[in-house]
């Protein structure tokens, strides 16, 4: 019998533990959401699109999951841009957050149940820190800024798992005049002259970020929830400060499980030979189909860190395409198919989502799930050629939809991806379509004409500008390699 459990890496005990949410089939889970100042950049996918596999798994294997995920929308880059625009924060916010919105909505992330902003947040912010300064672990400077007093902590440095000496080292802080130690940080900051500010027991300011994920966290999900995750360089300060205010004012761990994703590197030159510095979510997606982004992410497990280059997303999209032209023969044999039952292939079937299963329990293995897909897809190619049941195909496509649901693959049309993906590819070598076309319609010419070396010539300058024509029965089909 297979072990029913899922296995989760936790940053906490750097050990892979066994799932036990609080209470027995729901799950809490908070994921740091985004500084609405800009655009989303490639890290802000690869985060989004990995805890959007997580939440999908964990509602597939039938937990019912709260998922939050916040804007920030006050903080110095807003402040600074909206400075610069001559707009308010609100403005720059609102903006920036329609853009990730609209960006996620591409990558087929799905809307998380709650994303709440931190402005909407603030007296809670204002208690919590209340409650710290009455503890005895924070402390209000002259000028009206309130810092946590890392040292008043006994347990900080427990995620990172670095002492506060070692860390004093490391972040090259001088202690300043208004900082009793270096590491201590802002939960409260007076606001300068025209700055955005909120009345507080410390006058007009408004609050640190290390405060505001605590405060929206705890409200939707309580005291202590199950997931929390985020980018892996948020262990250290932002999420190591989560914790000391959290179990600093409750004496209750903050979240159970904490998870973490590597980081994604975009290789500089060979990205930039046809994309420039391409790395908003945005522009990439002008020039990359979004499911070739998202099975480039997934495709690494996510703790690993990803090296982004035009070569890479090329891989993955061969990949991909080829995916597709499977399950267009799949479709295309569906009307060949013949009626017999064929209880083989239909285990085989089963065997392929319990591997695929067992690969996403073990600690969200996405890399060894897409695996299992392909090598089932190949097989499956070969299948199709031996007088396939029609009932096996049903099957297929059936399972085939169900894994790739949850990774949020595999779910288009193949025309529909095919011509998308074209249509980017064509854009990403600044091809003519009009001229592909023209060249197409001369060669058929020629060929009517048994011109067979003009129909030659052609075909090769059309490869020269990668275009590989397929002659069929109904017209000349074109790609773009
Ligand atoms: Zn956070």
């Known amino acids: 019998m297979r072990d029913m459990s899922i296995v989760i890496y936790n940053t906490l005990s750097k050990k892979k533990e066994v799932f036990e949410p609080i209470n027995t089939n729901r799950v809490g889970i908070y994921v740091c959401g985004i500084t609405a100042y800009d655009y989303c950049h490639l890290g802000h996918a690869r985060s989004a699109i990995v805890f959007d596999v997580i939440v999908r798994y964990l509602r597939y294997r039938g937990f019912k999951v709260t998922f939050v995920k916040n804007f920030t929308d006050i903080d110095d ?9 001559g707009k308010t924060i609100y403005e720059i916010a609102h903006r920036f957050i329609e853009a990730h ?7 087929r992330v799905l809307p998380p149940d709650f994303t709440p902003r931190a402005t909407d947040h603030i007296n809670d912010m204002i208690e919590l820190i209340s409650r710290l300064v009455a503890r005895g672990l924070a402390y209000e400077t002259p000028e009206g800024d309130v810092y946590f007093a890392v040292n008043k902590y006994p347990n900080y440095g427990k995620l990172s798992h670095r002492n506060l000496e070692e860390m004093e ?3 090259r802080v001088e202690p300043t005049k208004r900082k009793r130690h270096p590491l201590d940080f802002a939960l409260w900051k007076c606001s300068k002259e025209g700055e955005p500010a909120w009345e507080s027991p410390w006058g007009k300011g ?3 970020w290390h405060t505001e994920c605590i405060v929206m966290s705890r409200h939707f999900l309580g005291e202590t ?3 929390h995750g985020g980018g892996e360089d948020l262990i250290f300060p932002h999420h190591e400060n989560e914790i000391a205010q959290a179990e600093g ?4 761990p903050l979240a159970r499980y904490w998870l973490h994703n590597g980081f994604i590197r975009v290789s500089g030159e060979k990205m930039s030979k046809s994309l420039g510095n391409v790395t908003t979510i945005k522009d990439i997606l002008e020039l990359w189909h979004p499911e070739i982004i998202r099975f480039f992410v997934l495709q690494s497990h996510y703790r690993s860190p990803i090296d982004i280059s035009e070569v890479s997303l090329s891989e993955a ?5 080829r995916f597709y032209t499977a399950k267009q023969a799949m479709l295309a044999h569906l009307s060949k198919g013949n009626n017999e039952e064929d209880p083989e292939m239909l285990a085989a079937l089963e065997r392929t989502k319990s591997k695929f299963i ?3 329990d073990d600690d969200f293995n996405t890399a060894r799930a897409i695996g299992y897909v392909f090598d089932f897809v190949r097989a499956f190619n070969n299948y199709l050629l031996r007088n396939p049941s029609k009932k096996v195909i049903i099957k297929a496509i059936e399972t085939i939809n169900e894994m790739g649901n949850v990774l949020g693959l595999f779910q288009e049309e193949p025309q529909t991806f095919l011509g998308a993906d074209r249509e980017r590819a064509l854009r990403r070598y600044e091809l003519d379509r009009g001229l592909i076309e023209q060249l197409i319609a001369e060669r058929n010419e020629a060929r009517s004409e048994k011109n067979w070396s003009r129909a030659d010539e052609i075909r090769k300058i059309l490869s020269s500008m990668r275009i590989t024509l397929k002659d069929t029965p109904t017209g000349t089909e074109w790609s773009v390699d």
């Not at 880059?77 to 625009?85: L, P, V």
């Not at 004012?249 to 209750?252: A, H």
């Not at 999209?317 to 395409?321: D, S």
Request: proline share 3%; net charge positive; aromatic share 2%.
């Open 358 to 360: 067992d690969a996403m």
């Open 101 to 107: 919105d609209r960006d996620m909505e591409h990558l």
């Open 206 to 208: 408004r609050p640190g």
């Open 249 to 252: 004012v409750s004496n209750k």
């Open 77 to 85: 880059k807003i402040i600074a841009r909206a400075s610069r625009e």
């Open 225 to 227: 929830f199950d997931i």
């Open 169 to 171: 080292a490391g972040a």
């Open 317 to 321: 999209r061969t990949a991909l395409r």
